[in-house]
């Protein structure tokens, strides 16, 4: 489970922060064949164009947008898009595993490196082409876990990314997912992926934060029960001759996929209420009272 919270920084320190964030620089973009930012594109512009905006309009808005932008100092590596997306799954097989969790189902400490359950082995599990000593250091660097003597234990259950470039990988990581997502359910009839929001018009400014809150605490619970759910059904021993699985009686060789569900809260931009009263002059909003 993951969680984004930014903290901004300074380029400086955010770039001395990515020099050692990637511990398997090798790894394939778990999304696609074709690079990120180009599947990540043609999915927004395909559903623009379907829903009959022009596609000379979407080059002069496209251009005008990114003529205001400045390039950033910071390279662009699609790899740590992998990295950083399945960190947390490192935590999850920490709180759910037999070797890894104590008889009171906590987490239990690992050392780094010796026989029976390590860290080491847990994370060869997540990274299994990855020196374990550089996923540590991802590891500490995003304050997931902490030391105690010899041991290392989990900070909690969720993953809090601070640092703005972890949390913007994880940002287009969760968008890609839900255009592919809204993509599919668009040109499928049957077999729909789940696509559902709960939404009010009218929900006083005053109120977010107690709802927010509410939501926050439900989602938490939610999605602990989805990580046990999706962990169970990974560990499932799929038959040779089940059809489903597309394989022969001889090819016991079974076809893994990513899968997940995704929860966020959201609240309409632009004028409200509210700010519309905070920019009224003390004497009218004591009349209009």
């Known amino acids: 489970m993951r969680q984004l919270r930014v903290r901004h920084g300074s380029h400086k320190g955010v770039r001395r922060n990515r020099k050692a964030a990637t511990p398997n620089p090798t790894a394939p973009s778990p999304m696609s064949t074709q690079p990120f930012e180009q599947g990540f594109l043609e999915l927004v512009f395909r559903i623009l164009t379907d829903s009959g905006l022009a596609i000379a309009r979407i080059r002069s808005v496209s251009e005008g947008v990114l003529g205001k932008l400045r390039t950033s100092r910071r390279l662009w590596n699609a790899d740590d898009l992998q990295v950083f997306d399945r960190i947390a799954h490192v935590l999850s097989i920490w709180h759910l595993h037999s070797d890894y969790v104590t008889p009171a189902a906590t987490p239990r400490p690992l050392r780094m490196w010796g026989p029976g359950p390590t860290l080491s082995k847990l994370i060869k599990k997540v990274f299994p082409h990855a020196a374990p000593e550089r996923v540590l250091a991802t590891l500490k660097r995003v304050a997931a876990v902490r030391r105690r003597g010899a041991y ?79 962990d169970r059904t990974s560990q499932r021993q799929v038959p040779a001759s089940d059809p489903r699985s597309n394989t022969s009686h001889h090819a016991k060789r079974r076809r893994d996929v990513g899968a997940g569900v995704s929860v966020f809260f959201y609240r309409e931009q632009g004028p409200t209420a509210s700010t519309k009263e905070r920019d009224l002059p003390k004497a009218r909003r004591m009349r209009q009272r």
């Open 152 to 230: 290392w234990l989990p900070q909690g259950r969720r993953l809090v990314f601070q640092l703005p470039h972890v949390a913007r990988m994880q940002i287009l990581v969760d968008l890609l997912r839900l255009l592919h997502t809204a993509q599919y359910n668009l040109t499928h009839r049957q077999g729909k992926r789940l696509q559902r929001s709960a939404f009010n018009p009218s929900v006083p400014i005053e109120e977010l934060a107690r709802l927010q809150a509410g939501i926050e605490d439900r989602a938490t619970h939610f999605l602990e029960e989805m990580d046990a759910l999706l």
